[in-house]
Every structure is written in structure tokens, then in C-alpha cells.
């Protein structure tokens, strides 16, 4: 990696602890608006559905509000709740509001970070929502590490197209031959970086099998050793 001058992240489900942050928001909203949802079996539909919709978005088969409605639509029928539409969008948007607010990062983001700093230029490749990714960034203290934040709605794609990471390194000003990507989605960050030209590293956040020859980490303390 001594040829490496540049690292970028992902943020949510890298070092950004999404199932956490995300788990705080919904307690906060449905003891606001008093409904009665069984939170263990909830959130253990919503977080497969949440992925398979957001592969979706990836995708272009669907848009942010479809993404952030059927959710929580798709979610509730599968636990036999079937809340109105509006009450369904009033939840979605709490949601966004709450969930920047949130703060938990996943362990060994910051001693990865306070690590890396003096010795790399540090940058975020993200496909999240820019209104709720700046806040998060800044509300976790974070935004001082990062030279380079570019999320999908600035690039007009999402990762995996080249194009989102073409724009984060002329943004960084820096060649792909010294870039490294580091994410948690082997086809959105990983792949993505390496069909682009990139060196790549998974953060097996999802315990998931990573094909031969590609690097992998299963903690994130572990990248101190190989950076």
C-alpha cells in the first residue's frame, strides 16, 4: 500500500453505525407518536427489506421518496401492521430528521481515523441522501478528517458507476493508480472501485463471502496493519 496517497470511505455501515443509529431513530418516533410496534421483530424485517430496496435504488428501479415509503410500508405488512399513508410518510420523514442527528459510530472508526490522518489524504464516496449525509458527518464530530465528501445526488449516479468515483478523485485531485476505496457493499463499493481502476478493500461489515483475491477485513482495527 506504500504507493497509496489517497483513502476513501463509504460512510454508513463503514464507520457510521447505520443499525444502530437507525434502531435510536424509530424508538425516538414511535414513542412520539405513541404507536404500539414491536421493535425487535420490526426492525429484523425492516433491515432485509432496507437492503433490498436500497439495491433497487442503486439500481435506478426506484426513486429516494419510493425508497423511504415502501420501507416502512413493506415492513409494517410484513408484521401484520397496515398503518394509513400519510401516518407512513409523517414516519418517513421523522425519520430523516432523527437519524442525522444520531451520532454511534461502529468500533475502531475512531482510532482508524485519528491513525490515518497524518499519513493519508482521507475522502467519503457515499450514496446516501446529501441532505442527511452532511448533517450526519458534522453531527458525529467527523467532518475535520475528511478532505472530499461526494454523495450520489452531486455526482448524478450512484455507486457502482464509474462516473461517482471519477468525480471523487478530480475532486481530490488524485490518480486512481494512489486511491484506495474502503466500503462495506462488495458490489457497490468494492467491485465498484476495482471495475473503475481502483484499489479496494472490503469491510466485511455484512459477514458475507468475499471472492478470491479480493482484500478483506473483517474489523476495522485491522486496517492499521495493512495501511
Known sequence: MKH??????????????FDKNSAVSYKIIFD????????DKFLKVYVVVNVKL??????????KETLRFKRLKDSFLQIDINYSDDLLHQ??????????????????TLPLLEYLKPKYKLHIITNGFAEVQEKKINNSNLS????????????????PNPLIFEMALNMAN??????????????ADVIGALDF?????CYNYHNEVIPIGVKSV??????????
Open 32 to 39: 412520539e407518536l405513541a404507536l404500539d410496534v414491536p421493535m
Open 144 to 159: 475535520s478528517y475528511f478532505n472530499v465528501v461526494v454523495n450520489s445526488e452531486m455526482a448524478g449516479v450512484k455507486k
Open 91 to 108: 414516519i418517513a420523514d421523522l425519520y430523516i430528521f432523527y437519524l442525522s442527528k444520531q451520532t454511534h459510530l461502529l468500533n475502531g
Open 218 to 227: 473483517n474489523h476495522l482495527e485491522e486496517l492499521i496493519a495493512l495501511l
Open 54 to 63: 436500497w439495491k433497487l435504488f442503486r439500481q435506478d428501479i426506484i426513486d
Open 197 to 201: 481502476g481502483m484499489d479496494a478493500i
Open 4 to 17: 497509496i496517497t489517497d483513502i476513501f470511505f463509504d460512510f454508513d455501515h463503514t464507520l457510521w453505525d
Open 174 to 187: 488524485v490518480s486512481k493508480t494512489s486511491s484506495l476505496m474502503i466500503g462495506d457493499s462488495l458490489e
